[in-house]
């Protein structure tokens, strides 16, 4: 080693003191020889690898990694403890490298990862492997060689192999099949209950984002059951009716149960998936097709759906009614079962079912085509940034419901007909009922509203998720 090297790289060879001062310079800021957390936070930022985390992510990170480096607490980190840091975390990755590496060639291919997640309980198919291998292979070889797994963590906090397998599989916002089925979990990590985690984290979310957008959901139902040619509702007339009616107070009328049933519908989901997915696991191989998760999705979510439905009754009901009618969620349950029978707790629910599936389909197509839309345009980035997923997730939540929503409007009319009194149509009469006395864009009354609660909708979900995932330290998007 040269003796003019600066102070921290005599214990490092001349190549390697030479990329560790110019990445500890990249993170000086100020260039004032010392590193704070403001000046890591920033420069993570720029980092292509952090492009697609949140600022709350990047903080997370660069809390992590300052308390591993700052070893006398003083608030900065030198350059000799930036070499030390380094040369200690490199050290590690290079065994989990090496762990991965099976048959010792010096690279990782697609079956290597494989068969390294399938030892940790993580059962992957090809296609995820590729896309996982993707993230690192700067080189384009379709392997990792051991520059590309160093560079791609070497600001990751953790060496441990299974921490960076859950990061490398778990450290991105993706809206896509992931919204749609339930996540998958290793073993270690059911028992160490980050599961739970995810699901409150994801309850939370939904909470808050059906709170906020409530006054905008009882519109929509107002609208759908009681706007017709003969009284047209627009958006004021319906938002100035329901105040006028109820107050300020009365536009979150029935968000509490709307709330309510997160937590049994996630929890039932969660559950009737781990179970059904394993029906299609290979028996050899014990990896599931992408078509598979997304048919064990549908079906856990028509486990839940049939399960929580009458609460998605009641919901609708006390959206619908008008003030003292009811004084809160079991009155209405009683009543409603008194007046209208046990069997209307179900009303709706077939037109609900049959939407799951196209639904989830739609939602699904529409947002891997624009995912790979942005592959086309961008082919130098790996992973598409936090806000274009966002829009990703509105989009082709939007067509979604745009191709589903009178399957919607008639699952909403027939749950409210105890209310409307009237005959009892089947939901193909309906349909046709309105059609025939509406016209086709009768099947899509209140469908503004809808759609103008979906980017809101979208961007809380987001934002909650991720501070509560940070409080319950879940280092999952």
Same mark, same amino acid.
């Given at each position: 080693?040269?003796?003019?090297?600066?102070?921290g790289q005599?214990?490092?060879?001349? +190549?390697?003191?030479?990329r560790?001062?110019?990445? &500890?310079? *990249? /993170? @000086?800021? %100020?260039? =004032? #020889?010392?590193? !704070?957390?403001?000046?890591l936070?920033?420069s993570?930022?720029?980092?292509?690898?952090f492009?697609?985390?949140?600022w709350?992510?990047?903080?997370?990170?660069?809390?992590?990694i300052?308390?591993?480096?700052?070893?006398?607490?003083?608030g900065?980190?030198?350059?000799?403890?930036?070499?030390?840091?380094?040369? +200690?975390?490199?050290?590690e990755?290079?065994l989990? &490298?090496h *762990? /991965? @590496?099976? %048959?010792? =060639? #010096?690279?990782? !291919?697609?079956h290597?990862?494989?068969?390294?997640?399938?030892k940790?309980?993580?059962h992957?198919?090809?296609?995820?492997?590729?896309?996982?291998?993707?993230?690192?292979?700067?080189?384009k070889?379709l392997k990792?060689?051991?520059?590309?797994?160093r560079?791609?963590?070497?600001?990751?906090?953790?060496?441990?192999?299974?921490?960076?397998?859950?990061?490398?599989r778990?450290?991105?916002? @993706?809206?896509?099949? =992931?919204?749609l089925?339930?996540?998958?979990?290793?073993?270690?990590?059911?028992?160490?209950?980050v599961?739970?985690?995810?699901?409150?984290?994801?309850?939370a979310?939904?909470g808050?984002?059906r709170?906020?957008t409530a006054?905008?959901d009882?519109?929509?139902?107002?609208?759908?059951?009681?706007?017709?040619?003969?009284?047209?509702?627009?958006?004021?007339?319906?938002?100035?009716?329901?105040?006028?009616?109820g107050?300020?107070?009365?536009?979150?009328?029935?968000?509490?149960?709307?709330v309510?049933?997160?937590a049994?519908?996630?929890a039932?989901?969660?559950?009737?998936?781990?179970?059904?997915?394993?029906?299609?696991?290979?028996?050899?191989?014990?990896?599931?097709?992408?078509?598979?998760?997304?048919?064990?999705?549908?079906?856990?979510g028509?486990?839940?759906?049939?399960?929580?439905?009458?609460?998605e009754?009641i919901?609708?009901?006390?959206?619908?009614?008008?003030?003292?009618?009811y004084?809160?969620?079991?009155?209405?349950?009683?009543?409603?079962?008194?007046?209208?029978?046990g069997?209307?707790l179900?009303?709706?629910?077939?037109?609900?079912?049959v939407?799951?599936?196209?639904?989830a389909?739609?939602?699904?197509?529409?947002y891997?085509?624009?995912k790979?839309?942005?592959?086309?345009?961008?082919?130098?980035?790996?992973?598409?940034?936090?806000?274009?997923l966002?829009?990703?997730?509105?989009?082709?939540?939007?067509?979604?419901?745009?191709?589903?929503?009178?399957l919607a409007l008639?699952?909403?009319?027939?749950?409210?007909?105890?209310?409307?009194?009237?005959k009892?149509?089947?939901?193909?009469?309906?349909?046709?009922t309105?059609?025939?006395?509406?016209?086709?864009l009768?099947?899509?009354?209140?469908?503004?509203?809808?759609?103008?609660?979906?980017?809101p909708?979208?961007?809380?979900?987001?934002?909650?998720?991720?501070?509560v995932?940070?409080?319950?330290?879940?280092?999952?998007?």
């Amino acid at each position: 080693m040269s003796s003019s090297a600066p102070e921290g790289q005599e214990s490092v060879s001349e +190549e390697e003191g030479t990329r560790y001062l110019e990445l &500890f310079e *990249k /993170l @000086d800021v %100020n260039k =004032d #020889g010392k590193v !704070d957390i403001e000046d890591l936070s920033r420069s993570l930022r720029e980092m292509e690898s952090f492009e697609k985390h949140s600022w709350d992510q990047v903080q997370d990170h660069a809390k992590k990694i300052f308390d591993r480096t700052d070893l006398d607490k003083d608030g900065h980190i030198t350059f000799k403890e930036f070499v030390r840091y380094l040369s +200690e975390h490199e050290k590690e990755l290079k065994l989990a &490298f090496h *762990k /991965l @590496d099976e %048959n010792r =060639d #010096g690279v990782i !291919d697609s079956h290597e990862i494989q068969a390294s997640f399938r030892k940790l309980g993580i059962h992957i198919d090809r296609e995820e492997a590729m896309k996982l291998l993707h993230r690192m292979d700067k080189d384009k070889t379709l392997k990792i060689n051991w520059d590309e797994w160093r560079d791609y963590l070497t600001f990751h906090p953790n060496s441990d192999l299974h921490d960076i397998v859950h990061y490398w599989r778990h450290g991105f916002i @993706d809206f896509g099949e =992931d919204r749609l089925v339930p996540d998958d979990f290793t073993e270690e990590e059911m028992q160490e209950g980050v599961w739970w985690r995810h699901l409150v984290a994801g309850g939370a979310a939904g909470g808050l984002s059906r709170t906020v957008t409530a006054p905008i959901d009882r519109l929509k139902v107002l609208l759908q059951v009681y706007s017709t040619n003969q009284n047209k509702l627009g958006v004021y007339s319906g938002f100035k009716q329901l105040y006028r009616e109820g107050g300020a107070r009365g536009l979150w009328r029935g968000n509490g149960i709307n709330v309510l049933k997160i937590a049994p519908e996630s929890a039932i989901k969660f559950m009737a998936y781990e179970q059904i997915k394993r029906s299609f696991k290979d028996p050899y191989s014990g990896e599931i097709a992408p078509v598979h998760r997304f048919i064990s999705g549908s079906l856990a979510g028509a486990v839940a759906q049939t399960i929580i439905y009458p609460m998605e009754v009641i919901k609708t009901r006390l959206a619908l009614g008008r003030t003292g009618e009811y004084s809160g969620i079991v009155d209405c349950v009683s009543k409603v079962v008194k007046h209208d029978g046990g069997m209307s707790l179900y009303r709706g629910y077939l037109p609900n079912l049959v939407g799951i599936l196209p639904y989830a389909g739609i939602d699904l197509f529409i947002y891997e085509t624009l995912k790979s839309k942005h592959k086309a345009w961008y082919p130098d980035h790996q992973d598409p940034s936090i806000i274009f997923l966002l829009f990703c997730g509105a989009t082709s939540c939007s067509f979604g419901q745009l191709c589903t929503y009178p399957l919607a409007l008639i699952r909403t009319k027939l749950q409210a007909k105890g209310k409307l009194g009237g005959k009892k149509d089947s939901w193909i009469g309906l349909g046709r009922t309105i059609v025939k006395e509406e016209g086709f864009l009768g099947l899509y009354r209140g469908i503004i509203p809808n759609f103008a609660k979906v980017l809101p909708a979208v961007s809380i979900s987001y934002v909650t998720y991720e501070h509560v995932r940070k409080l319950l330290g879940v280092d999952m998007s």
